[in-house]
Each structure stands twice: as structure tokens, then as C-alpha cells.
């Protein structure tokens, strides 16, 4: 029986569908990209299927950093890179292709022409700071 109704991911944690495995913790496995952004592209997995961060138990979600904290260094000294970007897309607006949560760690070097997460958007004008923190701590259930 496949795992989380066919989720690739969970098929993946399941050992379901060979990947390239790089870490594997109690909370989160680890592996290689198949579309790699840049060489040495790692995909940090709960082994919880959630499709949206806000579904993830604190727990998984925790186990999950600490696999991203344990792979950085050695993911930068593997292939020489100059940094990293650590990102999650959360919902298809962002790019997400597999509805399942992912920690994405991608190698970078200076030139390489990625840019920065700043990069994305675009200057203008916002709401007040005030005005949205406010709205947030209301539907996070905050005073």
C-alpha cells in the first residue's frame, strides 16, 4: 500500500521510490533534488505528510530544522559553496509542486546569478507595519 494516497514524497520517506538519500532522522529524510536548482540541491522531508507549514506538527516541524541545521555546513563544505538558500514554498502561489512540506538547501556562489529572496518582489507601496502586525496577532489569537 503506497504511502499518504501516492504523495512522491511520502513514497520517498516510505523507500517506496529510490532517491538519493543524503540524511535520515527520526523526524525528516533528506535527499538530492531530481530538478536541481544548482548542484548538491537537497530537499529536507517530514516524514509527516503536510501539504502547508500550518498542517505540520510542532514536533515534525522541529525535527525538520534540526536536519536542515545538520546539513548545512556539510552541504556548503561539499561543494565549495560560497552560501546557502534555505526556503520553503507554502501553497501553489509560491511555486510548490508537491503538496507535501519541503525544506529546500541550495548551494550558492557568488555570480551564480540567483539572486536574493528579495529579488522576488517588486518595491511599492504596503500597509502600515502596525496595521498588519495587528491583523496577525488577531488571527494568530494574540492581544
Same mark, same amino acid.
Given at each position: 500500500?503506497?504511502? $499518504?494516497?501516492?504523495?512522491?514524497?511520502? !513514497?520517498?520517506?516510505?523507500?517506496?521510490?529510490?532517491?538519493?538519500?543524503? *540524511?535520515?532522522?527520526?523526524?525528516?529524510?533528506?535527499?538530492?533534488?531530481?530538478?536541481? &536548482?544548482?548542484?548538491? #540541491?537537497? &530537499?529536507?522531508?517530514?516524514?509527516?505528510?503536510?501539504? !502547508?507549514?500550518?498542517? &505540520?506538527?510542532?514536533?515534525?516541524? $522541529?525535527?525538520?530544522?534540526?536536519?536542515?541545521?545538520?546539513?548545512?555546513?556539510?552541504? !556548503?563544505?561539499? &561543494?565549495?559553496?560560497?552560501?546557502? /538558500?534555505?526556503?520553503?514554498?507554502?501553497?501553489?502561489? /509560491?511555486?510548490? /509542486?508537491?503538496? #507535501?512540506? #519541503?525544506? *529546500?538547501?541550495?548551494?550558492?556562489?557568488?555570480?551564480?546569478? $540567483?539572486?536574493?529572496?528579495?529579488?522576488?518582489?517588486?518595491?511599492?507601496?504596503? !500597509?502600515?507595519?502596525?496595521?498588519?502586525?495587528?491583523?496577525?496577532?488577531?488571527?494568530?489569537?494574540?492581544?
Amino acid at each position: 500500500m503506497s504511502a $499518504a494516497g501516492g504523495c512522491i514524497f511520502c !513514497r520517498i520517506v516510505a523507500g517506496e521510490i529510490p532517491a538519493e538519500i543524503v *540524511h535520515s532522522a527520526e523526524a525528516a529524510v533528506a535527499f538530492l533534488d531530481v530538478s536541481p &536548482l544548482a548542484d548538491g #540541491h537537497v &530537499l529536507v522531508v517530514p516524514r509527516v505528510h503536510a501539504a !502547508r507549514v500550518e498542517e &505540520l506538527p510542532s514536533a515534525a516541524a $522541529a525535527g525538520a530544522f534540526r536536519v536542515v541545521a545538520a546539513l548545512s555546513g556539510p552541504v !556548503r563544505r561539499a &561543494l565549495h559553496a560560497d552560501g546557502l /538558500t534555505i526556503g520553503v514554498n507554502d501553497g501553489e502561489v /509560491t511555486g510548490q /509542486t508537491v503538496p #507535501h512540506v #519541503h525544506i *529546500h538547501i541550495v548551494p550558492r556562489r557568488f555570480g551564480d546569478g $540567483a539572486g536574493s529572496i528579495h529579488g522576488m518582489f517588486q518595491a511599492g507601496p504596503r !500597509r502600515p507595519v502596525g496595521e498588519i502586525a495587528a491583523a496577525i496577532r488577531r488571527a494568530a489569537g494574540e492581544r
